[in-house]
């Protein structure tokens, strides 16, 4: 009779199916079963593009990367038409990107509700900006609502912020999103700050919970003392220094400008911009403006091997 057949770890048939057969049952059983790895100290969860984060401590879940729709205020998006634009979102959303960000002040503001019609409004996360300081606040929210397409927006900023004065000049816009929060209208308030004292003071402000911040290690559209808005190469490290103390305060933040403002055409720069950020435990999610799906499946691959070696 010849001996069982042996395997390459030296494992003859029988043995074979019956380790096949408890480690079956051990994932079946496990809530760690899928996209993690086991270590001496115990599983390890394998981080994606996809993954549900939790956006500081309002609590909120986002995908870990987002969709940006206003590449060059959204004409880059719109250039295709409105069909394409749909599908773009679609095909992201199949991706495991539910996280959304608009802007009054985008071409595509007006099409993002027919751009997610027939996707669960539960699963999205919807950030977008306010820009000005309007006379009716609370009309100008409730006008995104109506926009959107929705009962609510998870999060609302006031958009584009450079002086460092901002939270006082702003603080008749912020009572009004107190009261729209109220009112449930939005779920989470910020902003988006372009210099670093509009930086400074958006961190020492408590009434925000989610910013919005401009992160590449290339320095590329980055905040900076002068507020410049150009593709100068600043130093990274003082945003980086608030990004820490609001991730600290319990804020959510959310890195943009991954891209360096779509001039990083050498795919090294983009690598290196997504490395930096996803080794980065302060940042909670990224967002990047996209126009075709190659992009996507670009950036989706990148983050998930970055999360893989960080």
């Not at 019956?18 to 899928?34: C, H, I, Q």
């Not at 109506?146 to 000049?169: A, F, P, Q």
């Not at 958006?202 to 150009?230: C, F, K, M």
């Amino acid at each position: 009779m010849k001996p069982p057949r042996q395997n390459r770890n030296g494992l003859n048939r029988r043995d074979f199916l019956k380790t096949s057969t408890a480690l079956a049952g051990t994932m079946l059983l496990s809530p760690w079963a899928w996209g993690e790895t086991s270590t001496a100290t115990g599983p390890t969860v394998t981080r994606t593009a996809a993954d549900q984060v939790t956006l500081g401590k309002t609590g909120i879940k986002l995908s870990r990367l987002g969709f940006g729709t206003g590449s060059d205020n959204g004409h880059i998006q719109t250039a295709e038409g409105k069909d394409a634009f749909t599908n773009l979102i679609h095909y992201a959303y199949d991706h495991g990107i539910t996280y959304i960000d608009t802007s009054e002040s985008y071409r595509t503001f007006g099409i993002i509700a027919d751009a997610i019609k027939g996707l669960p409004r539960e699963k999205l996360f919807i950030q977008s900006k306010m820009d000005g300081r309007p006379e009716d606040v609370l009309g100008v929210i409730d006008h995104h609502r109506k926009t959107l397409n929705t009962d609510y927006i998870d999060s609302l900023l006031v958009h584009c912020m450079t002086r460092g004065t901002w939270t006082d000049e702003w603080k008749r816009v912020m009572d009004a999103f107190d009261q729209a929060q109220e009112r449930k209208w939005i779920r989470a308030k910020g902003v988006s700050c372009h210099s670093l004292p509009a930086l400074r003071a958006a961190t020492a402000l408590d009434w925000n919970e989610v910013h919005l911040v401009r992160v590449n290690p290339q320095g590329s559209y980055i905040d900076s003392e002068a507020g410049s808005w150009g593709n100068h190469r600043n130093d990274i490290a003082p945003v980086m220094k608030e990004i820490k103390t609001m991730h600290e305060k319990g804020r959510g933040v959310i890195g943009m400008k991954i891209c360096g403002n779509g001039t990083f055409t050498d795919p090294a720069d983009r690598e290196k911009s997504i490395r930096f950020a996803m080794a980065c435990r302060d940042i909670d999610a990224v967002v990047i403006g996209f126009k075709n799906r190659v992009e996507i499946d670009e950036a989706i691959e990148r983050i998930n091997r970055a999360l893989k070696e960080v």
